[in-house]
């Protein structure tokens, strides 16, 4: 029973503010390259 609320302490220890943070850094980072190669395919034009 103490490896059950092991799980659960360590999964309550999971900081999400900063999982959220970082995923959302990291769909900003990656749309920068996805516009531009979108743009490229499309000859440049919006």
Sequence with gaps: MDFVTNIFSAVGGINFTVIFQLLCLALI??????VIFLLALRGGDL
């Design 29 to 34: 980072v990656i749309s920068g390259p996805v």
